[in-house]
Structures are given as C-alpha cells and as structure tokens.
C-alpha cells in the first residue's frame, strides 16, 4: 500500500546567504510550491524573479530582485511532483564587490544551470552550496542591487521528524451500493466541489484537537500532471496527515466512513470529527476523534474520484464523487 507522513505544521529554516553586503535586503517564500525561476545572468546573476502556486491552486509572481542586465532564462519545475532541494554557485569581486557570479539549482529530479559566469577572464572566485538535505526549498533571500549580491534560501522545516504510518491492509469496507454520496456533516461554510479531475493520488488531512480542519488533494490531471485542489477549511490543524496511494500496482480510493458533531465549546457548530479513507488495498486512519454520528459511502466494484463538501474554518461536510466505469 501506500503511506501516510504526520509532521507538525511547517515552519521555515532560514540558511546562511552566499556573496557580499551590498545593494539592499530581498526575500521570496512560495506559499506552496515553487513552479517558475528566471533568471537574468552574464559575467554575474543579474536578477531573480519567482513565480509559485498558493494553497488554494492560484498563481503568484514575485517581483524582479536584481538589476536590468542580462540575458533571461526560465526554469519550469513541475511541482508538485518536482521540487527545489539545494543550489549551488560561486561568488566573486565585480566592479569592486563581491556579488554571485554564477548558480546552479538542483530538485529532486533535475540540475539546472550554471547560470551567468560567462567571463573567461575573471579570476577563480569561490565557491558555495546548500547543504544537500531531503527538504524542499520553500524560497530565497538575499541582497541585490544593479545584481544580485548574496543568496540563501529558505527550507521547508517540520519541528519534528516526519513519521511513516503504515496502512492497515485487509481491512475493507460493507459494499452496498450508495443510495447517495453525501456531503455529511454540518450545515454551515462554504460549498466546494474539486469535479471529476482523473484520479486521486494524495490526500492532506489538517487535524488538531479532535477536528479536521481541512483537506486538500493531488489529483491527475488530463496531461498526467498532478493537479492541487484548493485547501478545503482553515489553517488551524496541529497535525498534517500525507496519505500517498501506491502507483504500481494501482491503488485507489472505494470510500470514506468518519464522524461529525459540534465542535468543543461550540454545541452550534457542527463540523467533520473524523475521517477513515478505504482503499482496494486497505485502510487509512481514522483521522481526528471518532465522536458523534457515523457516516460512511459504502460502494460497490467503484472508485471513488473526487469530494466535494462545505468548508470555512473547519471541514464542515464532506462528499464523493464515484465513478462506475
């Protein structure tokens, strides 16, 4: 089967910037993932700019750090299948300062570059590396003027280590045939409906104090890239649930079974308790306090392939779309 990763809710490890004191200070932080650099470099880095996608799936440019020079290249990273893990350069004298003369960055996958350095003449400058871990760069800082001075980066840190859970196989759910597929749960927030997308392939799940807090989804898409839902709820959870289904062989989602009821202190607001994904291999949680009504989607020789439910704060209800075919 697949796995589930818990990890606390992430915070940031800032690593040291490379190259001189000048120009003026710079910092870019994807709120989800980096999908774009480019690149403006000569003899040096000339400029940076980033483009990454939000938690809710939208497309966020940052502004050009640097100067004008330069000849412009555009690294496209598939994330968030293909992530930035470490770069790499050298940094050397220019008019006088020192600035970064080139850089490479590598992903989980692919290294690109070098970039700039292309002054044959210039003296050997020295050179620099994040230290190669396995965690995802989240963005960049430094300092720039007419070109960039210094970089660093920022990594995606969990405060503690991220554990591996593993899925409880044979277990599998009662298959009656679905006389509707929900949403359950309570009657407040917003509707949302992630659509027929092309399969699941991971599910975040936001826990803290006995709620789900929210969910978001890795679906394929009709290209075969993975595509980011929206965050369903808020941002409140203690605890990230990573459920990553098998590619080979296949393994799909058949159901969910969970609980909802009022939330503590609040008997008025009724939100998702728990939640219990059932795969063709096995069983993923439950996931939260298993407190209130019970709710299931028991189906038969079918695949669930998209939820659709209300949400605001919380993961108020949640549905599923099932596919037959």
Same mark, same amino acid.
């Given at each position: ?10 915070? %940031?490890?800032?690593? @040291?910037?490379? *190259?001189?004191? &000048? ?6 932080? !994807?709120? /989800? ?98 230290? %190669?871990?396995?965690? @995802?760069?989240? *963005?960049?800082? &430094? ?6 001075? !210094?970089? /660093? ?173």
């Amino acid at each position: 089967m697949g796995s589930t990763s818990c990890s606390q809710d992430q915070s %940031l490890i800032k690593v @040291e910037a490379w *190259g001189g004191s &000048g120009g003026s200070e710079w910092s870019y932080v !994807a709120k /989800g993932g980096i999908t774009e650099i480019e690149i403006s470099s000569g003899w040096v880095i000339d400029a940076l700019s980033f483009k990454g996608i939000n938690e809710n799936s939208v497309l966020e440019s940052s502004q050009k750090f640097g100067g004008g020079g330069g000849d412009t290249r555009i690294i496209t990273i598939d994330w968030p299948r293909e992530y930035l893990t470490s770069i790499s350069g050298i940094k050397n004298d220019h008019w006088g300062r020192t600035v970064v003369e080139s850089l490479y960055f590598k992903t989980n996958l692919n290294k690109y570059g070098p970039f700039g350095g292309t002054n044959p003449n210039r003296p050997e400058g020295s050179p620099f590396n994040v230290p %190669l871990e396995d965690r @995802e760069i989240a *963005g960049f800082f &430094g300092r720039a003027s007419n070109f960039i001075d !210094a970089i /660093g980066v920022y990594w995606k840190g969990p405060s503690i280590p991220i554990v591996t859970i593993k899925a409880n196989e044979g277990i599998t759910m009662n298959m009656d045939l679905p006389r509707d597929v929900g949403p359950w749960g309570g009657n407040k927030g917003k509707s949302w409906d992630d659509g027929l997308v092309g399969g699941i392939q991971q599910i975040d799940v936001h826990v803290g104090n006995g709620v789900v807090h929210a969910i978001q989804c890795r679906y394929h898409g009709k290209d075969g890239k993975l595509v980011l839902s929206k965050r369903h709820g808020g941002g409140g959870a203690s605890k990230v649930y990573k459920i990553e289904l098998e590619k080979n062989p296949s393994e799909y989602l058949v159901g969910i079974t969970g609980f909802y009821g009022p939330i503590d202190g609040n008997c008025c607001l009724e939100v998702v308790r728990s939640i219990s994904f059932y795969t063709n291999k096995g069983k993923y949680g439950p996931f939260g306090s298993e407190i209130g009504t019970f709710f299931n989607s028991p189906v038969s020789n079918a695949k669930v392939v998209g939820f659709h439910g209300t949400s605001g704060q919380y993961l108020d209800a949640i549905g599923v779309h099932v596919d037959y075919s």
